[in-house]
């Protein structure tokens, strides 16, 4: 696809599946193959001219763009590969983030949206499962599939819009298309509440039933839980009015104010919510096939926990059972961080492949070409005039 082999699904929507893409270098990306049923001839063509725009979005919040076709039968978009959770499944497992971290985020997703709005694109359908959260930062992903949505939108009353009304403007709800920079002030909002009390404006059974909320103003938005340094902000961000909510950059502002109220540089709260990151696995290929010992196999170093070998020496004993072994196994029976991260290949390991935090791997060579390289250079040592 495009030059890459999917090596494995990560995700799926109403607009087609998301696969773990690897080029023959080694390269990773997020390769989203698009249903043909959500392109008609006018939306594929409004689709290919987004996608020129995404080309020239870049930023580090927000997903690389790697390629696409756009005109192929069977579409697909490649984006870079963020290996960490959305924030609606980290939310989900650990509770909601603290003050700093949630006024850090929204900081950083406000300056990931402003290169979007830089390069002549609203994002549209902002939400915490288009938010991963990785050890750098969060990573804005899906901001040129818009056109996309509205498609799925206007083909079926279920599925996607379902999805994304919970963090709809009311001029969006209202089926208005020509939308401001100020619809996604409202959706940070309302990213913003959701990180910081697990739950969003407005809820109901139904996306009919949140959208006739979302417009009725005498229905104000629940905000229960919201620290009170973050609730005039986020009131003013889920304003009716799209004229009242603060641009971007006041965004930013008012919530470094937030940090630095609180004792800190936005560096520093930058810092703490990204080691609110769980450990990240990326997936691997499985390695190619060879007969043992044929001049084919590559070769492989004995590994060694040099961290590990270190605390043995001062203890003098094994480690206690149900402690982390290298590359972050668990005894049998011990639920990891991310179960599904962990039964893929590589688990415990940090993009790329390095062992996790904390441990220090050693590549051994044999001892026979080690004992005749120190021969070698005792030889040279007699032998040289210096």
């Known amino acids: 696809m495009g030059g890459f082999a999917l090596v494995c699904r990560i995700g799926a929507g109403g607009m087609g599946q998301v696969y773990l893409g690897e080029s023959a270098a080694g390269h990773q990306a997020a390769?989203?193959?698009?249903?043909?049923?959500?392109?008609d001839e006018d939306t594929r063509a409004r689709f290919l001219s987004?996608?020129?725009s995404m080309r020239t979005v870049y930023g580090p919040f927000v997903a690389g763009f790697v390629g696409a076709d756009a005109a192929a039968e069977q579409p697909w978009l490649a984006v870079e590969y963020v290996p960490g959770?959305?924030?609606?499944?980290y939310v989900a497992g650990h509770g909601p983030l603290p003050l700093v971290e949630t006024a850090s985020l929204g900081a950083l997703l406000a300056e990931g949206l402003?290169?979007?709005h830089d390069a002549g694109l609203l994002h549209r359908d902002l939400k915490p499962q288009n938010i991963l959260l990785s050890?750098?930062?969060p990573k804005v992903i899906d901001f040129g599939l818009?056109?996309?949505?509205?498609?799925?939108?206007?083909?079926?009353?279920?599925?996607?819009?379902?999805?994304?009304?919970?963090?709809?403007?009311?001029?969006?709800?209202r089926g208005e298309h020509q939308l401001e920079r100020s619809a996604d002030v409202y959706a940070?909002?309302?990213?913003?509440?959701?990180?910081?009390?697990?739950?969003?404006?407005?809820?109901?059974?139904?996306?009919?039933?949140?959208?006739?909320?979302?417009?009725?103003?005498?229905t104000p938005p629940d905000l229960t839980g919201l620290p009170l340094e973050l609730d005039g902000l986020v009131t003013d961000m889920l304003a009716l009015d799209p004229a009242a909510r603060p641009t971007l950059p006041q965004v930013i502002g008012r919530l470094v104010q937030v940090i630095r109220g609180l004792g800190l540089t936005a560096l520093q709260a930058k810092r703490r919510l990204a080691d609110l990151t769980p450990e990240i696995v990326?997936?691997?290929?499985?390695?190619p096939a060879f007969e043992p010992g044929s001049v084919d196999a590559p070769y492989t170093p004995t590994i060694v926990d040099a961290t590990a070998a270190e605390d043995d020496e001062e203890s003098g004993a094994p480690a206690p059972a149900g402690a982390e072994r290298p590359g972050g196994a668990t005894e049998p029976g011990e639920e990891p961080e991310d179960a599904v991260a962990a039964a893929l290949p590589g688990a415990g390991l940090r993009p790329g492949g390095t062992p996790s935090r904390g441990r220090v791997a050693t590549a051994v060579r044999p001892a026979a070409p080690l004992r005749i390289a120190e021969r070698i250079r005792a030889a040279y040592a007699r032998e040289a005039r210096f």
């Open 282 to 287: 990326v997936p691997q290929l499985p390695p």
């Open 135 to 137: 050890e750098y930062g």
């Open 114 to 116: 402003g290169t979007v």
């Open 31 to 39: 390769v989203k193959v698009i249903k043909a049923s959500v392109l």
């Open 85 to 89: 959770p959305d924030l609606r499944t």
């Open 188 to 218: 940070l909002g309302a990213v913003l509440l959701f990180a910081a009390t697990g739950h969003y404006p407005y809820e109901g059974p139904t996306w009919q039933a949140v959208a006739l909320k979302i417009e009725d103003p005498a």
């Open 146 to 173: 818009a056109v996309l949505a509205e498609r799925r939108t206007m083909l079926t009353a279920t599925g996607f819009v379902v999805g994304s009304v919970l963090c709809m403007p009311p001029e969006q709800a």
């Open 50 to 52: 987004e996608v020129d």
